[in-house]
């Protein structure tokens, strides 16, 4: 998937890692002050990851989707927010998920939107995680 700006490109793990975690740990762990164990979790190498990178080769964001039909770990360079990159990241998650019905991710609570316009509906209670306000979501595209 490809837009004037950027690209989204599924990616193996392995391959990206450096570029995914760089991503991760400044959007994560700088901005938003998320502890380091709990960001990385061990489950990356099972996880299908998607990476955006801007036209001239710079990676810009990165989402993962677990084997059990988490989506998360969704993160986009500040500089490149507001410009549709989570949307396309998201939707390229979407389209290549074994059983889209099972897709679930937990929201920050400031971005409940985004994922609303793709087809989640919250279920459940605000909670906390990793000292952020979160609510579980559910892929309910049909709605």
Request: aromatic share 6%; proline share 4%; charged share 25%.
């Amino acid at each position: 998937m490809t837009s004037s700006r950027y690209r989204i490109d599924l990616v193996d793990w392995q391959d990206a890692a450096t570029q995914l975690s760089a991503i991760r740990r400044q959007v994560f762990i700088d901005e938003q002050g998320v502890p380091e164990e709990l960001e990385w979790d061990g489950l990356d190498a099972t996880a299908m990851h998607v990476k955006a990178t801007s036209l001239t080769g710079e990676a810009i964001g990165t989402a993962r989707l677990l084997p059990d039909g988490q989506i998360g770990r969704m993160a986009v360079l500040g500089q490149w927010r507001g410009m549709g990159v989570a949307t396309a990241m998201l939707q390229r998650l979407i389209a290549h998920a074994p059983a889209s019905e099972r897709l679930f991710l937990n929201a920050q609570t400031r971005a409940v939107s985004l994922y609303r316009r793709n087809g989640f509906e919250p279920e459940g209670e605000i909670f906390m995680e990793a000292g952020i306000p979160h609510i579980r979501m559910r892929y309910r595209p049909s709605r």
